[in-house]
């Protein structure tokens, strides 16, 4: 695996490797082993999330006993498809994306593994669904999870609408919050205007988070950067 494809800041990639030979890929629910090939060879497979990340929410989500879940960002479903198959049968998922295209890619794989009836996917602005889920009282505290996967840029804003759904003690996990490490690029490093904009977006999104005394915070190494955050008031 050359380093430039692989989904991890790990340093080693033959760690990464054997992480993924030994622990991920003989346990992996046949569907999922077929959507993350299939997306694969998508020209934007690089969005997908990664199947030691995938792995890992599937346990979150099982040790936190949840039932209904949101995420923002589902491209082609790959995370979405991981959270489907960790909740009960009577879990429900409200997936967000503003393009249908990428998701109608991987919902007959999600079909084919029995899980449609989880997935209530709302296709449209990530911002404008939430507002409309916090418009609605039945709806506040009333989710255990969400994976937040959509524009960085945006983290701040759908930090505050989830917060209002999520129960006490439940999780809002953020995805990509070390941004290929550039959050701690030095002004002079040599990247894209969209990197710098989006490891500054992401280092004010972390600084923000740290200090939230609403939420218990866990920055987690895995994949891209992932943070937890745990609610408790
Ligand atoms: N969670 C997916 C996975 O792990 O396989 C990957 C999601 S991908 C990184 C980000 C997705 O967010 C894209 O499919 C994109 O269309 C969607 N997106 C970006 N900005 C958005 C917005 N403002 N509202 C809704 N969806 C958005
Ligand atoms: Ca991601």
């Known amino acids: 695996m050359a380093a430039s494809d692989s989904k991890t800041l790990l340093k080693s990639d033959a760690v990464y490797k054997y992480i993924l030979e030994t622990s991920v890929y003989p346990r992996e629910h046949e569907c999922m082993r077929e959507l993350r090939l299939l997306t694969a060879q998508h020209p934007w497979s690089i969005m997908a999330s990664s199947p030691d990340e995938t792995q890992f929410i599937g346990m979150l989500l099982k040790i936190l006993n949840a039932r209904n879940t949101l995420e923002i960002g589902v491209f082609t479903g790959y995370s979405l498809l991981a959270t489907a198959l960790a909740l009960p049968s009577d879990g429900k998922i409200i997936a967000v994306d503003k393009n249908r295209e990428y998701y109608e890619i991987g919902s007959p794989i999600i079909e084919k593994a029995g899980m449609t009836h989880k997935v209530d996917f709302r296709e449209g602005s990530a ?3 939430l507002n409309e889920l916090v418009a609605e009282e039945k709806n506040e505290g009333n989710f255990d999870f969400a994976f937040i996967d959509a524009d960085k840029v945006n983290y701040l804003n759908y930090h505050e609408r989830v917060l209002k759904l999520l129960r006490i003690g439940g999780i809002i996990a953020y995805d990509n919050t070390l941004w290929s490490g550039f959050v701690v690029a030095s002004p002079d490093e040599p990247l894209s205007e969209k990197d710098r904009e989006l490891a500054h977006a992401t280092r004010e999104f972390n600084k923000a988070i740290a200090a939230d005394p609403r939420v218990e ?4 190494s895995i994949a891209d ?3 937890l ?5």
């Open 225 to 227: 950067g992932l943070t």
């Open 229 to 233: 955050c745990r609610r408790i008031a």
């Open 127 to 129: 911002l404008a669904i």
């Open 217 to 220: 915070v866990s920055h987690l």
